[in-house]
């Protein structure tokens, strides 16, 4: 039996048993066979939820770059690393071999260190899904620099915020990137976040769609010619187990985004683990995740977690629907994919074009197909499993979050028996538990609470950037001892756990997690508006779609009820990114509160829902007239 490698059910439960009767013994054995340290661990883990403080590997010495590449140089120079696939079908596709990765990534970590940057410097990385943005990542990883990528569809001001946040140096960035048959004129966004950042000293900038743009002087740098110059060898940096590898914003209910801190030894052996594993990757395979970098998924299942595996990925600069809805199934035949990896808005808005997109293509090469992001509902669940993997697929519902940076929850892709809708059991090494609302655990089987994790895995964040007590109050003070997910979870008759959803003021939109707080304050920005509450609303595609109640401040005058939608979704667009923006908003004379001024955000959800027939109980509100108010207005 491998610990490395589980390819029945019963080795999963022997390895899943052994992982936690002896978590130490088990994380030791899989990091000791199958990464390169420069030194071994002293310790392989401590651990303090109350503080809380985790330590991975304490002691230990590494680059991680090493492990994703250099060791891959003596038996896998020739092989692929990187498939690019670019937006436009067009483009031929680029492959880029370990070999070609591994003097790319020096060149530019070479060009970073001349820039002055070094070691624990933050570096924030604003670009597409070109081959720069693999590189960049490794490239800071290489030198010891903390990488912050922004995902590519934020605002300039969601932007600002970030770089500001951490502090970082350095952008790198482009012209302007493809998405379908537009153009995004980023370099254009970056320019204006930086009014509002004094630490950035260098942006350099990668030429993608060829567009004229300022380049401001002695800021602003091309990347190629300062490649084209640079040594095609940079020595690692040597690291300790616990520095920080980068950092990741996710949005939370209430405030600004929180900057999810990684490390590097724990992140880079979870990740590893969870992706052979999980996927059942084999050496040839090609592999596809069609996650944006931007967010974790691609942090860890395009970049990390592949290339340790020395696996070759895709890398997708496009959209499921350029130039037409078969872009997926087309790239899927063009590569031959074996493992398929996508989230349930993606796979509802290609069923709903039926399935003539796919027939024209032939998908015999998959073998594994992969859902994230949010609960995938029974119909897109068959859906894929049907016309995507013609039943002969396993499909690996992956749950996960930033701050877990790997895999949680998920069947193992051939040995366990797949469920719809169910994420199934543990990975291993994690031992999950649904607590009651008075902080007790829920034990047996067919039951439901709140999700919580109670022995830290080793690719745990370890910390908010510049805010640990946040991190404390967010995760580990509901349930003592105890992460806290934020997701509510139930446990089936054979311990198998399907997500219900988030059970906190986040909201779970196309697979991107937006925080009502940050919204609502934008909202309230606008000089027309009083007061705003911000719900979740079914929607076949996107999963939810945001529904706003709005209340106007009593100025008098009278206003064009549409021009006001158009002007805050405007505004919501500018401050945090069209993701953000509202389906449908409900004006309104007030809003239902308790006689302690909170907003009663419950019965406002079932009333959009248009699921009134049972409100709960409205007698503590402050008025409940404004209840029917809203209910005969609701759109
Ligand atoms: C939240 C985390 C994990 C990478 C992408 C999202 C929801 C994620 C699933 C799934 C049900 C899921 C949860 C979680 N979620 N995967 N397979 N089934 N829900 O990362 O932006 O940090 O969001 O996404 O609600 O808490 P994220």
Redo the contacts with the bound molecule.
């Keep these: 039996m491998s610990n490395y490698h589980i390819k029945h059910l019963e080795e999963y439960f022997q390895v899943y048993r052994k992982s936690v009767q002896n978590p130490e013994g088990f994380w030791e054995e899989v990091a000791e066979e199958h990464f390169l340290w420069r030194k071994r661990w002293d310790r392989v883990l401590s651990w303090d939820f109350t503080k809380p403080e985790i330590k991975w590997f304490e002691g230990a010495k590494l680059n991680i770059t090493e492990n994703c590449i250099d060791r891959h140089l003596v038996t896998r120079a020739k092989k692929t690393a990187i498939i690019f696939e670019p937006n436009s079908p067009d483009e031929p596709a680029q492959h880029i071999t370990y070999r070609e990765l591994y003097e790319r990534v020096c060149k530019l970590a070479n060009v970073l260190k001349s820039k002055g940057i070094s070691k624990g410097d933050r570096v924030c990385i604003y670009l597409p899904m070109i081959p720069e943005l693999a590189v960049s990542i490794l490239a800071c990883a290489r030198i010891g620099a903390i990488h912050s990528v922004v995902f590519a569809g934020f605002s300039s001001n969601a932007l600002s915020t970030r770089i500001n946040d951490s502090e970082c140096k350095m952008v790198i960035t482009t012209d302007g990137s493809y998405r379908g048959s537009k153009t995004i004129d980023l370099k254009g966004i970056v320019d204006t976040a930086l009014e509002d950042c004094s630490c950035v000293e260098t942006v350099l900038v990668a030429k993608r769609i060829h567009s004229g743009i300022n380049m401001k002087e002695g800021r602003d740098l091309w990347l190629a010619p300062l490649l084209d110059a640079a040594g095609t060898d940079c020595e690692p940096e040597i690291m300790d187990a616990e520095d920080p590898l980068f950092i990741l914003y996710?949005s939370g209910s209430t405030g600004k985004p929180k900057g999810m801190v990684h490390t590097i030894a724990g992140y880079m052996v979870f990740i590893a683990y969870t992706f052979k594993n999980i996927f059942q990757y084999r050496e040839e395979d090609v592999y596809w995740c069609t996650?944006d970098i931007g967010?974790?998924?691609g942090h860890s299942y395009i970049i990390y977690g592949p290339l340790c595996n020395g696996a070759t990925s895709i890398m997708f600069e496009g959209i499921p629907s350029y130039p037409d809805f078969g872009r997926f199934w087309e790239v899927i035949a063009k590569h031959k994919v074996n493992q398929f990896y996508t989230a349930p808005t993606a796979i509802r808005a290609l069923a709903k074009e039926g399935v003539k997109y796919l027939e024209k293509h032939d998908l015999s090469s998959i073998k594994v197909l992969g859902?994230?992001?949010?609960?995938?509902n029974e119909e897109a669940w068959h859906w894929y499993d049907d016309n995507v993997g013609k039943k002969k697929a396993p499909i690996v519902?992956?749950?996960?979050?930033?701050?877990t940076g790997g895999i949680m929850i998920s069947p193992i892709a051939f040995a366990t028996p797949t469920k719809p809708t169910y994420?199934t059991l543990p990975f291993i090494g994690i031992q999950p538990a649904l607590m009651d609302e008075n902080g007790n655990e829920i034990l047996g089987n067919q039951v439901d609470g709140r999700l919580c994790i109670k022995f830290p895995w080793p690719s745990i964040a370890r910390t908010i950037w510049g805010d640990h007590q946040r991190y404390k109050d967010t995760y580990f003070s509901a349930y003592e001892n105890k992460y806290f997910?934020?997701?509510g979870a139930l446990r089936d008759e054979v311990g198998y756990y399907r997500?219900t959803?988030?059970v906190d003021d986040?909201i779970?939109v196309s697979?991107?997690?937006l925080g009502t707080a940050p919204i609502e304050d934008t909202i309230n920005e606008h000089p027309a508006v009083a007061e705003s509450a911000i719900v979740g609303i079914p929607h076949d595609v996107k999963g939810n779609a945001l529904y706003g109640f709005v209340t106007l401040k009593d100025t008098g005058e009278t206003r064009n009820q549409d021009n006001l939608r158009k002007e805050i979704n405007e505004l919501i667009t500018e401050q945090i990114g069209p993701i953000a923006k509202l389906d449908k908003i409900q004006f309104t004379s007030a809003l239902p509160k308790t006689r302690s001024g909170k907003i009663m955000r419950r019965i406002l959800r079932k009333i959009a829902c248009r699921d009134t027939a049972n409100l709960g109980d409205t007698s503590t509100l402050l008025d409940p007239e404004v209840v029917q108010e809203i209910k005969d207005n609701v759109l």
């Design positions: 996710t996650a967010w974790i998924t859902s994230v992001g949010e609960p995938i519902d992956t749950w996960w979050q930033t701050e994420a997910t934020g997701d997500i959803g988030r986040v779970i697979g991107h997690n």
